[in-house]
């Protein structure tokens, strides 16, 4: 490949700035010239590419959201949109794109890919849902930010001995709600990959109280349901919680380091598998490992849950 070109794309996440840091510098180190595509596929189908440079990536991996901005476009899913894209490419002799995004976006990436065109992906989603990845650009961040929130609940729940339920993202994954339970101490962790009783944990929580607990957590993954409904059914067993949904709050700020490190490899490995002429795949790491697995794989693989992890965190919060 000599043109490579940069896209975000779906739900942004804190990292996805890094990523196309990366990526960028990483093409113009090795004598490509760079494009970066503004609001993703939408972008793609309005022509909406320019040429990017050293400095058009400067003062960006502090910085949450993306640069190159993203939308959720419906037109590329139908056959004109995806020929009039590709005609969009052609036009400025671009032979190779890096699509950085969630589930959709790697569907967008497999269509390129088909057509024609030389295309990575990069697992940018706060939702940790994409497989054959440890983590997701924008998990690590997304928790921290839950976990924050958590810490703050507690303080006041413990004052009047309260129950919060709180709500967090995560679309059909529970991960967020899974790993910020367990770094937060959450009493209850309700997730969609794992069957729960609300009266048993309703009664958990009457017990613990009894027993000196002054506060109880329950995070609740909106793949579950919502956070204010899980608070009425709970009600019903003698629990009276406050309920609290964080929203898009966990996807803005500034990237953890965690997040601009795992940016900045999958960045770089995108670009160099481009070079060594692969296509189609999706950029991972997985054990402190780069790992390359077709994104046809990869759209059509749930990612496994942790069951280990839920475990501990039930064992633990007794
Ligand atoms: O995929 C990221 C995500 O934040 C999900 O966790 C959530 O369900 C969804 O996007 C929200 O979408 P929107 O920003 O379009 O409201």
Redesign the pocket.
């Known amino acids: 490949v000599k043109k490579i070109a940069v896209l975000t794309s ?2 942004d ?1 804190q990292g996805m700035n890094a990523a196309v840091r990366s990526v960028v510098r990483s093409g113009l180190y090795h004598g490509l010239e760079v494009y970066g595509i503004q609001r993703g596929f939408l972008g793609l189908i309005n022509d909406d590419i320019r040429p990017m440079d050293l400095r058009s990536v400067g003062d960006i991996i502090q910085r949450g959201g993306t640069v190159l901005q993203t939308a ?1 476009c419906e037109e590329f899913k139908t056959p004109e949109g995806q020929q009039k894209a590709l005609a969009n490419l052609r036009k400025h002799g671009i032979d190779g794109v890096v699509v950085i995004g ?1 589930d959709g976006s790697y569907r967008g990436a497999n269509i390129l890919n088909k057509l024609g065109m030389k295309t990575m992906g990069l697992p940018g ?3 940790n849902d994409i497989p054959f990845t440890d983590f997701t650009i924008g998990f690590d961040t997304a928790v921290s930010i839950v976990v924050d929130a958590v810490n703050k609940l507690r303080d006041t729940m413990t004052s009047h001995e309260r129950t919060s339920v709180v709500e967090v ?3 059909h994954c529970g991960d ?1 709600a899974l790993y910020a339970g367990l770094a937060s101490g959450a009493e209850a962790i309700l997730v969609p990959e794992v069957k729960f009783d609300l009266e048993q944990i309703a009664t958990r929580m009457r017990e613990n109280f009894a027993h000196g607990k002054r506060h109880s957590i329950i995070v609740v993954a ?1 793949g579950v349901g919502k956070g204010e409904h899980i608070a009425e059914e709970i009600e019903r067993f003698g629990i009276e919680p406050r309920v609290t949904v964080l929203g ?1 709050i ?2 803005g700020g500034t990237p953890t380091h965690n997040d601009r490190i795992l940016a900045s490899r999958l960045g770089d490995f995108a670009v160099r598998k481009l070079i060594e002429g692969e296509s189609g795949k999706s950029c991972g790491i997985i054990n402190g490992e780069e790992v390359l697995t077709d994104i046809e794989v990869v759209i059509n693989t749930k990612r496994p849950f942790n069951m280990e992890l839920y475990e501990l965190a039930m064992r633990l919060s007794q």
């Open positions: 779906g739900g996440s959720r969630g989603t706060i939702d993202m995560g679309r967020i909106e898009h966990q996807r």
